[in-house]
């Protein structure tokens, strides 16, 4: 077995928490000899993917886990196994933090779900994922000082406002949804795990951030407050 002084460590699906990257919560660790893996493989080929920023998700999630969905940030010069699934910037046709919100929200996880009849997250599956159609908007970034001063509720409510007019994800409401997954990157980043126990939920800061991430993209999907609501039970209870 390669040792740690040989190459970085390779991640794997156990690394892969709620928008961030954590030592994993089991198994043994792996090192990578860089210099050999890529010997005589194409620059085009998937062994290079580590040149991009990526949005990784974990491939493996039992059906009674407390997300089926889970995705975080993976960095340059990172290496995976293949039971991390990743989206690399090249091939992301929205903006990395976007599908990163959008993976982590409750009404794709509720989604998945439905169909998913094992613990294997497939591509297949993965690619059948409904995503909003984002629309060209007039709206403006007046919800930019609204993140600054942390006013979740208030945020929520300007955001919901833009969304009336039409379905699918206006850009000016993109765009906020990008920058709060980014703030909670940056919460979650920096966070220290104690318990085992605590990578299942958020940092207490995070939560009204993915609240308002999650009500904004009930109404992009179409959904109603109440339909919202049921889809919040059905989670508790497929748990």
Same mark, same amino acid.
């Given at each position: 077995?390669?040792?740690?002084?040989?190459?970085?460590? =390779?991640?794997?699906?156990?690394?892969?928490?709620?928008?961030?990257?954590? &030592?994993?919560?089991?198994?043994?660790?792996?090192?990578?000899?860089?210099?050999?893996?890529?010997? #005589?493989?194409?620059?085009?080929?998937?062994?290079?993917?580590?040149?991009?920023?990526?949005?990784?998700?974990?491939?493996?999630?039992?059906?009674?886990?407390?997300?089926?969905?889970?995705?975080?940030?993976?960095?340059?010069?990172?290496?995976?196994? &293949?039971?991390?699934?990743?989206?690399?910037?090249?091939?992301?046709?929205?903006?990395?933090?976007?599908?990163?919100?959008?993976?982590?929200?409750?009404?794709?996880?509720?989604?998945?779900?439905?169909?998913?009849?094992?613990?294997? =997250?497939?591509?297949?599956?993965?690619?059948?994922?409904?995503?909003?159609?984002?629309?060209?908007?007039?709206?403006?970034?007046?919800?930019?000082?609204?993140?600054?001063?942390?006013?979740?509720?208030?945020?929520?409510?300007?955001?919901?406002?833009?969304?009336?007019?039409?379905?699918?994800?206006?850009?000016? =409401?993109?765009?906020?949804?990008?920058?709060?997954?980014?703030?909670?990157?940056?919460?979650?980043?920096?966070?220290?795990?104690?318990?085992?126990? &605590?990578?299942?939920?958020?940092?207490?800061?995070?939560?009204?951030?993915?609240?308002?991430?999650?009500?904004?993209?009930?109404?992009?999907?179409?959904?109603?407050?109440? &339909?919202?609501?049921?889809? #919040?039970?059905?989670?508790?209870?497929?748990?």
């Amino acid at each position: 077995m390669p040792r740690p002084d040989s190459g970085p460590l =390779v991640l794997r699906g156990a690394c892969i928490s709620l928008y961030a990257l954590r &030592e994993a919560s089991q198994g043994e660790n792996l090192y990578l000899d860089v210099k050999k893996f890529l010997n #005589g493989k194409n620059e085009e080929s998937k062994a290079y993917h580590h040149r991009y920023d990526r949005v990784g998700f974990q491939r493996k999630a039992p059906q009674n886990n407390f997300r089926r969905l889970i995705a975080a940030p993976i960095p340059k010069k990172e290496f995976c196994f &293949e039971s991390i699934k990743y989206i690399p910037a090249p091939d992301g046709k929205f903006d990395l933090d976007l599908i990163m919100a959008l993976l982590n929200s409750q009404v794709l996880d509720w989604y998945f779900r439905l169909s998913s009849t094992n613990a294997q =997250v497939n591509e297949y599956q993965f690619n059948l994922l409904p995503v909003p159609i984002i629309h060209p908007t007039n709206g403006s970034g007046d919800w930019l000082h609204l993140v600054e001063r942390g006013q979740w509720s208030e945020l929520t409510e300007t955001l919901l406002n833009q969304c009336m007019d039409s379905s699918g994800l206006p850009h000016s =409401v993109a765009n906020a949804l990008s920058q709060l997954s980014r703030v909670i990157q940056e919460i979650e980043s920096s966070r220290k795990i104690n318990r085992r126990t &605590e990578r299942s939920g958020l940092h207490a800061d995070s939560q009204p951030i993915q609240q308002a991430i999650d009500t904004v993209l009930y109404r992009c999907y179409g959904l109603s407050a109440d &339909e919202a609501c049921y889809i #919040g039970r059905r989670l508790e209870e497929m748990l």
